[in-house]
T-cell receptor, first 114, second 114 residues
Framework: QKEVEQNSGPLSVPEGAIASLNCTYS??????FFWYRQYSGKSPELIMS????GDKEDGRFTAQLNKASQYVSLLIRDSQPSDSATYLC??????????????FGTGTQLKVEL | DARVTQTPRHKVTEMGQEVTMRCQPI?????VFWYRQTMMQGLELLAY????????DSGMPKDRFSAEMPDATLATLKIQPSEPRDSAVYFC????????????FGPGTRLTVT
């Protein structure tokens, strides 16, 4: 089992619709979760973080976390063509030697169609 | 405009040659991460420095890869000898404190080993 599982997609949604991106993780000790967006040929950029169970909203983005189910999701409302990118889920884990690290999923490719 | 810089942006080399990639973290950031990204494996953590000290390099093939931070403004990743399977995009990211949560990625070095 991979540490972080994401459906690779592509997930295609029409412009204006809600895009739902899902992620499951295996490390029950993970406390913090991050969503990064990566445009084709570019580097990842942080768009959302969530630390507590429930929902966290930031503009058109809502992150949802359920630690009991080891599940985190990202909803994008009113999807725009500019949202077309790969979305990477990244829970924080712990190095065996101390310190913490992000473990990235392989990402879900989102395509927002006109 | 603070950002992580990486050089070179592209590198094509022949198998067996030495490759050195450089990263300048954002001024004031004390954590530096090296990642490798391929289509198959996604983003893999290779090495992690905090305050210039290596904290973890368990993700790095030790026989051919080495990472150093000779000073606070420069991190290097070296491959010697390079192999075709090393072909990937190598990202450097920097952060503050524990550093793992909000990471700021550089533009990456696209390495092709023939």
């Amino acid at each position: 089992q991979k540490e972080v599982e994401q459906n690779s997609g592509p997930l295609s949604v029409p412009e204006g619709a809600i895009a739902s991106l899902n992620c499951t993780y295996s490390d029950r000790g993970s406390q913090s979760f991050f969503w990064y967006r990566q445009y084709s040929g570019k580097s990842p950029e942080l768009i959302m973080s969530i630390y507590s169970n429930g929902d966290k909203e930031d503009g058109r983005f809502t992150a949802q976390l359920n630690k009991a189910s080891q599940y985190v999701s990202l909803l994008i409302r009113d999807s725009q063509p500019s949202d077309s990118a790969t979305y990477l889920c990244a829970p924080i884990g712990v190095f065996t030697g101390g310190g913490n690290k992000l473990t990235f999923g392989t990402g879900t490719q989102l395509k927002v169609e006109l | 405009d603070a950002r992580v810089t990486q050089t070179p942006r592209h590198k094509v080399t022949e198998m067996g040659q030495e490759v050195t990639m450089r990263c300048q973290p954002i001024l004031g950031h004390n954590t530096v991460f090296w990642y490798r990204q391929t289509m198959m494996q996604g983003l893999e953590l290779l090495a992690y420095f905090r305050n210039r000290a290596p904290l973890d390099d368990s993700g790095m093939p030790k026989d051919r890869f080495s990472a150093e931070m000779p000073d606070a403004t420069l991190a290097t990743l070296k491959i010697q000898p390079s192999e075709p399977r090393d072909s990937a995009v190598y990202f450097c990211a920097s952060g503050l404190g524990q550093g793992a949560s909000e990471q700021y990625f550089g533009p990456g070095t696209r390495l092709t080993v023939t």
